[in-house]
Nanobody, 123 residues
Framework: QVQLVESGGELVQAGDSLRLACAAS????????MGWFRQAPGKEREFVAA????????NYVDSVKGRFTIFRDNAKNTVVLQMNSLKPEDTAVYYC????????????????WGQGTQVTVSS
């Protein structure tokens, strides 16, 4: 049974940093593209960042480029989203997701999802 468990979400102030982690089990982690998505109240779930199995390719939504970094540790079955210079508009539930094959920004391409972790950025 595949499980993705996110952690690290909390209430922070604008300008602060936060590190989200996703621990994966039940899958051959190094065979999967890993992604982060987020969903704000009343909005659709949107792509944030993704990383290929060997970390050679990383993709980010424009609104987080230069502030967020995605990286993974295949030995620990973990993917991390380092978020710096947080803004109130980053407030959302953040989800970890996994897919085989090529990197994608489309949420429907991902096979497995975590339950999400809440990030709230106050102004």
């Amino acid at each position: 049974q595949v499980q993705l468990v996110e952690s690290g979400g909390e209430l922070v102030q604008a300008g602060d940093s936060l590190r989200l982690a996703c621990a994966a089990s039940g899958l051959s982690f190094s065979n999967y593209v890993m992604g982060w998505f987020r969903q704000a109240p009343g909005k659709e779930r949107e792509f944030v960042a993704a990383i290929t199995w060997n970390s050679n390719i990383r993709n980010y939504v424009d609104s987080v480029k230069g502030r967020f970094t995605i990286f993974r540790d295949n030995a620990k079955n973990t993917v991390v989203l380092q978020m710096n210079s947080l803004k109130p508009e980053d407030t959302a539930v953040y989800y970890c997701a996994a897919k085989r094959g090529l990197l994608s920004v489309r949420r429907n391409d991902y096979d497995y999802w975590g339950q999400g972790t809440q990030v709230t950025v106050s102004s």
